[in-house]
C-alpha cells in the first residue's frame, strides 16, 4: 500500500522560501518518476517539478531556476525547495509516484498521490 505524505507548506510573503517534504512508504517498484504538482480553485493539477528514477529531473517554466527538487533514497523523502516565491506560486502542492516506466507531465499518468499541503503567497 502506497502511502505519501506532505509537509511543509505554510503562508509567506512573496520573495521568501518553504521546503515542502514527501515521505514515500509501501512504494515496492525501483526507482520510479516522482513528481510534484499543484494546484488552485477552478484549473487542473499542474506538474511543478518530477525526477525519474531518482535521477533526471524537470521542472516547468514558471519555477525554473527557483525550485529544487531533491530527494533521500534512503529515508524515503522528497523535497521541494522553492525559493524567490511568488504570487502565482499560491496552491496546493501534491507529491506523486508512477508505479510503472517513464516519467509523463499529466496528472491522470500517476499512480498515488498524497493529500497535499497548502502553499499560500502574498
Known amino acids: 500500500h502506497v502511502q505519501l505524505v506532505e509537509s511543509g507548506g505554510g503562508s509567506v510573503q512573496a520573495g521568501e522560501s518553504l521546503r515542502l517534504s514527501c515521505v514515500a512508504s509501501g512504494i515496492t517498484y525501483k526507482g520510479p518518476c516522482m513528481g510534484w504538482f499543484r494546484q488552485t480553485p477552478g484549473k487542473e493539477r499542474e506538474l511543478v517539478a518530477s525526477?525519474?528514477?531518482?535521477?533526471?529531473?524537470l521542472y516547468a517554466n514558471a519555477v525554473k531556476g527557483r525550485f529544487t527538487m531533491t530527494s533521500e533514497k534512503d529515508k524515503n523523502v522528497l523535497y521541494l525547495q522553492m525559493n524567490s516565491l511568488k504570487l502565482g506560486d499560491t496552491g496546493m502542492y501534491y507529491c506523486?509516484?508512477?508505479?510503472?516506466?517513464?516519467?509523463?507531465?499529466?496528472?491522470?499518468?500517476?499512480?498515488?498521490w498524497g493529500r497535499g499541503t497548502q502553499v499560500t503567497v502574498s
Open positions: 525526477m525519474e528514477g531518482y535521477g533526471r529531473e
Open positions: 506523486a509516484v508512477r508505479l510503472n516506466s517513464g516519467c509523463p507531465i499529466r496528472w491522470p499518468d500517476f499512480s498515488a
